[in-house]
């Protein structure tokens, strides 16, 4: 055995199964390739159980369910019962695992883990609590990561352009009649009430402008004049630029709160590319806008409550409306005479990936992991990483580093029940956190006594170990509510799985998880170890429907692959070989993967089309004994047969390597259907049926079929296990073995003859200029080939002319060949086609008899071996 392969596959258990048996299959495929390689695997099974969606489901129609034990009790056992019904599921894929060692993300010893991981994050500073604007879900009423959205491209937004009057312009120096306004826009009217000030770009050139009216003056960026005429549709009249740096100090009036002046603050993120240069800032609702507060030492205004409505301070025409609705249209209808324009945009925006409900977002104290201080050994680790397959592995490359580069810290808290809970305790009054190594001792010996809901279901003075309740009052201590978010479950997974330094060699799952749990995965390792979780990513696509559109159940059309195996009422079963197969050569060379019956149909036909093949060799090698075969004692055919195979078994070797099993599924399908089935098969079937059993011709054919089944069953078994241990069960005497169990030698090296697959081309030639000619008919015809004076030579090099008259003509499947020389050829031959004046023989068929409806001179003689033989038993 070569050194021990670590592969870390989670299980997406609970996820949508079109991805799941994707991922499942093509686990299988490559571990069954690594172990007919002579490499041990090591493939412990995993279910990542936590998370809103098994939280949803496992309370559906149950609203009346508050209780955090009740909802975790029924969470479990939901996950549970779907892990067993996987489990069985993929055992009978044929999926290879340590079924009896699996591990789970909800299991003490999991979550044991978890906290230390936690932990060890916590005290290098790289896990903190603060307050930042997040991406907040209404409808599930938790933070969620950037992992957990998905955009909708028809989402459609009100676009307003808002004017706030400048009350204080110190460095204006000028005296203006008229009011001033600065002119703003976004697309977010509900976040105006948390305005805490308008920025400017110190780059971009501000002017006096004025509209058609010219009752009001407005303040802009010269650079978008052109462009605010045309949505505005009104001609704008530039009245005077204005000097650099006359922005500062200026203030304004909030639109809403008409008591409250705001400044004006130069920032870096504002830009020429849309809206009006001036850019309305509310730090509770956006990262840009938070750390233009935290520069300037601005109020953090959040007057949104975990429902998306808005608070009692955002005073009584807003209390209680849900922003994105109602709370919107209060907005706008309270800026009255200060809306200058008001239209609706359709643009990408973000969604709830569960609920498919668009998320907005607001300021909430969470728990983050500072990606920033790992992101340049990120971005090294993802610049050495192989990323398969190989065809698009600069895209996944670049895709990888932009979800690395953009996030400079990672939301790990959530605010739900089922999942691992953060083990910390605040100061009721100055919401200190209390944490250290003997709390997180002291949890993980609690959970080890009362399971893994002991956190909900001890109190404050059970939690804390015996030398800290001494010195606090624990009427003053609360625990944290929020559990983990689970990509930082999932994301740990090579600590329980692998352990310490080691590095596994391979991680798989879908495009999604670039910005999931590959991007967990390696940000956990790289800040707890220094190390990344591993050396290779394979990538697979999704599956979509024959309209290439992406399978929800919302649209109905999800394909079960259970139907696929099993047949859905009124439809046939395809069965788990044409599954795997589809998964083996589709799923893995597009980032979108068709399934409908036209697929798996053709799927179908390619599955049988290799076992009819191989059935074929099964029959021909009956009580054939394998022994050393003479290269010389090969025909021609065989010769070029088993070229075919070295040049053919290198290449799947190297297909392999690089894990490309839809380039192997279309070499086999090719080899079979071209060279083995419409060339070899049909020439041999005279030596396999006529000859005596022990002729040298026969053993010869028998001894190219035994190598074909060799390399054929090596190529496909990792995709097909079920068809190739059948029929390694029916072609060896070493009952009860498993295919995979075997050591299978490769291939003999003097297979590879250049100089016959030279001559086999002109052949081929030959054959291909015969048949068109003649067709069907061709069996009766006698062929006179010339042949030029440099291939007659080289062909005779090669075997007697009475050898090669008999191999051309079963080749050409004609009645008799006769070879000569001539000169003065152009090319390399030349044709002559005759009727045979022989008759058919009843026993071989071909054209040999020269008595009407008696035997061959050759099947006369091998009838009455056969029959001695027959008698002398007797």
Known sequence: MDHLMQMVFLTWGMQLINCLYCSQILKDVIIRQKILEGKKVNYIPGWDCHGLPIELKAIKNQNSVTDPLEIRNKARKYAQQAIEDQKKIFQSWGILGDWNNIYTTFSKDYIINQFRQFYELYSKNLIFRDTKPIHWSPSSKTALAESELEYNENHQSSSIYVRFKIENFPKLGMSIDKPIYALVWTTTPWTLPSNQSVCYSPKLTYCLCTTDSGNTIFIAAVERLEELKITLNCNIELLQILPDGILSGAEYRHPIYKDKILPFLPASHVSSDKGTGLVHTAPAHGPEDFLVALENNLSIVDLVNEEGSYKKEAGPDLEGKFVLEEGNQTVIQKLDEDLVNHSKITHSYPYDWRTKKPVIIKASQQWFLNTNAVKDKALEHVSKLTFIPNVRSSVFREEFRKQIGKRPFWCISRQRTWGVPIPVFFHQKTNEIIFNQDIIDYQCKLLEENGTDYWWMLNEEKLLPENLRKNINISEIRKSEDILDIWFDSGISWSQVIGGDKIADLYLEGNDQLNGWFYSSLITSLACRNEPPCKSIYIHGFAVDEKGLKMSKSQGNVVDPIDIVNGKKGQKPYGIDVLRWWVSCHANNAAQINVSDNVLQVCSKEVQKIRSVLRFILGALNEYEEADQEYSDLLFLDKYILHLLHDFYHEFKSHAEEYAFNKIGKSVVNLLTNEISGL????????????????????????????????????????????????????????????????????????????????????????????????SASSSMDVNIKLSTELFERIQKMNTLEQWKYELSIILLCASVNISKKEDLVKDYHLEVAKSGNYSCPRCRRMQSTIKDDLCLRCSQVVDTLQNKEYSAV
């Open 680 to 775: 070899y098969y049909p020439a041999i079937k005279d030596r396999l049926y006529c000859e005596a059993p022990n002729n040298s011709a026969r053993i010869a054919a028998q001894y190219t079929l035994k190598q074909i089944l060799d390399v054929i069953s090596l190529s496909v078994a990792p995709m097909l296990p079920h068809l190739i241990e059948e029929i390694y069960m029916n072609s060896t005497t070493k009952k009860g073995e498993s295919f995979f169990k075997t050591h299978h030698k490769g291939i003999n090296c003097d297979w590879k003859n250049d100089e016959v697959k030279e001559i086999m081309d002109i052949v081929l030639d030959i054959k291909k200029n015969f048949n068109l000619q003649l067709g």
